[in-house]
């Protein structure tokens, strides 16, 4: 499955910013999706994963209660929602498609090319 992220962009912080993701090639709904980043300088961490059907989702702690995930399997797409941004949420972000554990990079067979999110303090 091929990966499309977009949405990302320079926004003040305590703002809010929406990415999405975008597939096409195999069947969406066959994988979980997952959003991961990567600070400047950092590795790559888990953001947040939802389910193939979007049942159930997890969040990272530095995240939860300000972002939240989504999919639509009828668009072949997955969104992330961040709100109450803040500097620390300054990272390259990648989604990923996978059927392994939810948390390891490695985990995930197919990953978007990472869209750039930059707040501003």
């Known amino acids: 499955v091929q990966l499309q992220a977009s949405g990302g962009g320079l926004v003040q912080a305590g703002g809010s910013l929406r990415l999405s993701c975008e597939a096409s090639g195999r069947t969406f709904s066959w994988y979980d999706m997952a959003w991961f980043r990567q600070p400047p300088g950092k590795g790559r961490e888990f953001v947040t994963a939802?389910?193939?059907?979007?049942?159930?989702?997890m969040y990272a702690d530095s995240v939860k209660g300000r972002f939240t995930i989504s999919r639509d399997n009828a668009k072949n797409t997955v969104n992330l929602q961040m709100n109450s941004l803040s500097a620390d949420d300054t990272a390259v972000y990648y989604c990923?498609?996978?059927?392994?554990?939810?948390?390891?990079?490695?985990?995930?067979?197919?990953w978007g090319q990472g869209t750039l999110v930059t707040v501003s303090s």
């Open positions: 939802i389910s193939r059907s979007g049942d159930s989702t």
């Open positions: 990923a498609a996978g059927t392994g554990s939810w948390y390891r990079v490695t985990e995930y067979d197919y």
